[in-house]
């Protein structure tokens, strides 16, 4: 198998290097711009989200960019998420994406949060009334089984998933999970949930691989790392780019998301850099800070979750 790949436990082979299409003001034109450029530089794993609002526009370029013979369907990886105000009907969340994605299947399909809202609910941060009580992740994996099953998607799993919430989905699934994607960089590196991932053979996927500079809740705090940089100057990398090879070396796949043409290209080369045990060493001694901490799934009324330690289990 080729070194920029990993294989999952269905069988089917997932890009080590991902684009993410998250875009906070939704623009459709520069998406899909971004994603032929992307598709030229090389990429062929992309990630997407109901609640990112950029399934049809990444649906759109792929489906432009095979009709023109730039590609295949088999040579591009895809991901989606079903949102949590889908949870009590998977099947048809699924078939509603594939509709505006213009595809016949997902490559891989995941859980976004371990969390249950009420149905309609379209906005990423939920009222305290939209919450639903029960968690009802057995019913709704489930659903996510059978998905699989009548051929929706080629992989299903979970995302922002604990070590804890694995082992008690472990618990009742007929279909382990493929994936889990999580938020993993050299600032918040993930050792523990690797490893029970690792041993349950599910691949552990990172997004703000880089610390989501950017975004509303991201940092540059990872690639304006002093320990970083000079592991970039040793290297002739980029700070960034020494952050996506260290995810990638520990197995992971990593969902970085530029549009930028030069950026999208500096990302590519990453695949490029060998990091030494000592620049792995470095990095495992970095204090650790979590990005993406999800304050807004926590209250202490309507949630099941009345404190960041549960949402997460301890992992935080």
Same mark, same amino acid.
């Given at each position: ?20 299409t998250y ?21 062929r ?37 079903? @949102? ?5 009907? #998977? ?71 604990s ?13 382990? #999970? ?6 993993m960089?050299?600032? @918040? ?22 610390g989501?500079?950017?975004?509303? $809740? ?27 090879? @260290? ?54 009324t ?9 949402? $997460?289990?301890?992992?935080?």
């Amino acid at each position: 198998m080729r070194s920029d790949m990993a294989r999952l436990r269905c069988g089917k082979t997932i890009p080590l290097l991902g684009m993410g299409t998250y875009c906070p003001q939704k623009d459709r034109e520069s998406t899909i711009s971004a994603v032929h450029q992307a598709i030229k530089i090389g990429y062929r794993h992309f990630d997407t989200a109901k609640i990112y609002g950029s399934e049809e526009a990444l649906g759109t370029a792929l489906g432009q960019a095979i009709s023109y013979g730039t590609v295949q369907r088999d040579d591009i990886f895809v991901t989606s998420k079903l @949102w949590s105000s889908d949870h009590h009907d #998977p099947i048809s969340a699924l078939i509603q994406t594939l509709k505006t994605m213009g595809l016949e299947y997902l490559d891989n399909y995941l859980v976004h949060w371990p969390i249950k809202l009420k149905p309609g609910v379209s906005e990423p941060i939920p009222k305290e009334y939209e919450f639903e009580k029960d968690l009802g992740i057995e019913e709704t994996w489930q659903s996510m089984e059978r998905c699989l099953e009548i051929g929706l998607c080629k992989s299903i799993g979970v995302s922002n998933f604990s070590s804890k919430k694995i082992f008690d989905l472990l618990d009742f699934a007929s279909v382990p #999970p493929s994936v889990n994607q999580v938020e993993m960089h050299p600032l @918040w590196r993930q050792r523990k949930l690797r490893k029970v991932c690792e041993e349950n053979n599910i691949h552990v996927s990172g997004y703000s691989p880089i610390g989501g500079p950017g975004n509303i $809740w991201g940092s540059t705090a990872v690639i304006e790392h002093p320990i970083i940089k000079s592991i970039a100057l040793k290297h002739n990398a980029t700070p960034a780019q020494v952050a996506l090879r @260290w995810g990638m070396s520990k197995g992971a796949s990593v969902i970085v998301k530029s549009f930028n043409v030069a950026r999208m290209r500096e990302n590519k080369r990453a695949l490029e850099i060998k990091l030494d045990d000592q620049d792995l060493s470095l990095i495992d001694h970095l204090e650790e800070w979590k990005l993406m901490r999800g304050e807004f799934l926590v209250n202490q009324t309507t949630s099941p979750y009345k404190s960041i330690q549960q949402l $997460w289990d301890g992992e935080i």
